[in-house]
């Protein structure tokens, strides 16, 4: 009955999780709705969007560290310090073309870094 629970428990978790994962889209969109000035950075959709890109890239860092580790190449070397202001961000997504912008905000800024922070092979 244990284990029940506990498979129970985890698919419930890696279903949330994947839940709420937000697309390109709906960062777009968010992002739409927000206006550019400083009233801005009071919004809870302006901290929700801002905690998504870092989210992004904490998993980002984290699998390149964990690479690392295991002896493998990386599939970004980026830097400790990644630069970039939200009109960057905001070209860079607007320029997936619509047909892929369902994929999660860490896929794209994933192929992002992959093509911006290349590791040498």
Known sequence: ??????????????IASSAAAMTVQEFLTTAAGIPR???ALL????????????DGFSTLRAEQDAARRAGRSPRTCMPEKVSMNATDLLARFNAI?????NMSVTDALREWMIERYPCPR
């Open 97 to 101: 073309p619509a047909a892929r912008r």
């Open 1 to 14: 009955m244990k284990k029940l629970a506990v498979i129970v428990g985890l698919a419930a978790t890696l």
């Open 43 to 54: 919004r809870s959709d302006t901290r929700r969007l801002m905690n998504e890109v870092k």
């Open 37 to 39: 000035n400083p009233t």
